[in-house]
């Protein structure tokens, strides 16, 4: 009995291993659309991965060219507007919020001030640090919510996020409890657990990347679940990196472009879907 389910279980994982060789190299192959961004590189894929049709926006810089900020204003602002408000060249929204209440849930920590707090609500997905110093990106995992003493005291500029996809190459099993409430994940996403997705992280040169999974349109892009999110990452060249909100929030914008992605606020696939966001890391040349 043990070697028939020993046996079961090394067939599913090689039935797993062959499919996401088949998505790794179907991403390889995919036709890139070059977005130009000066000093920076970024492009737009469509591609059918994990057997559905998926659109996805990538944004890639070196910390030398531009500075990375998280940005919070007083009330839900639209990532366009917040980041030519704040003369960035690009952007991407970044913490959760309460729909209802209109306001953050999630720590942000900007200039050595902080401006909320990761709400108990959101612990069970929020597991993560995101340290922006010395203008560089770090990604501290399994930190603890929501005072996040002694990492959040080790730089200006902080946010909360969650969960983390990849540390140090590494990738975490959301199914088990490990530094994140996995039964409280599951019930949350039981009904729909492929979303719009919204990833920043870096490689092992610094480099760092803004990534937006477009999602809910059915035939154009249908998002992706977090395992998904985290294989994506590796494709692109990440070793660290930590989902953003996500859903009709992911927006992933450019001075020259505008809005990259489709946001899907509006139930349609277009660029016109943007939502309002309580906050939003922006990019700026030196």
């Known amino acids: ?34 977005l130009k961004i000066k000093g920076a590189k970024g492009y737009t894929v469509a591609v059918e991965l994990f057997g559905i049709p998926q659109n996805i926006s990538v944004i890639k810089y070196s910390p030398k060219r531009f500075t990375t900020d998280i940005v919070q204003p007083q009330k839900l602002t639209r990532t366009s507007e917040l980041a030519k408000r704040e003369k960035a060249d690009f952007a991407i929204n970044a913490c959760y919020w309460n729909v209802k209440t209109k306001q953050p849930i999630t720590y942000v920590k900007r200039e050595g001030k902080v401006l909320s707090q990761t709400a108990p609500s959101s612990i069970y997905r ?44 590494s990738s975490f099993d959301y199914e088990k409890e490990r530094g994140i409430n996995a039964s409280e994940y599951a019930k949350t996403h039981r009904k729909q657990r492929r979303h719009p997705r919204s990833v920043i992280g870096c490689d092992r040169k610094e480099n760092i990347y803004l990534v937006v999974v477009d999602g809910r349109s059915k035939g154009n892009a249908e998002g992706m679940t977090i395992p998904e999110l985290t294989a994506l990452c590796r494709w692109i060249g990440m070793n660290e990196a930590i989902n953003l909100d996500g859903g009709g929030s992911s927006t992933l914008w450019s001075r020259k472009h505008g809005i990259i992605n489709h946001p899907c606020d509006n139930k349609k696939f277009d660029h016109a879907g943007e939502r309002k966001v309580s906050s939003c890391v922006v990019v700026k040349r030196r």
């Open 1 to 34: 009995m043990k070697r028939a389910l020993y046996l079961i279980a090394l067939l599913l994982f090689s039935l797993s291993a062959v499919a996401q060789n088949t998505d790794s190299l179907a991403f390889a192959k995919a036709k890139r659309h070059p």
């Open 126 to 169: 929020v597991n993560g640090l995101v340290l922006l110093r010395d203008n560089k990106l770090d990604i501290v995992p399994s930190v603890a919510a929501p005072d996040y003493v002694g990492e959040a005291d080790r730089c200006d500029n902080v946010f909360a996020s969650g969960p983390v996809l990849l540390d140090n190459d």
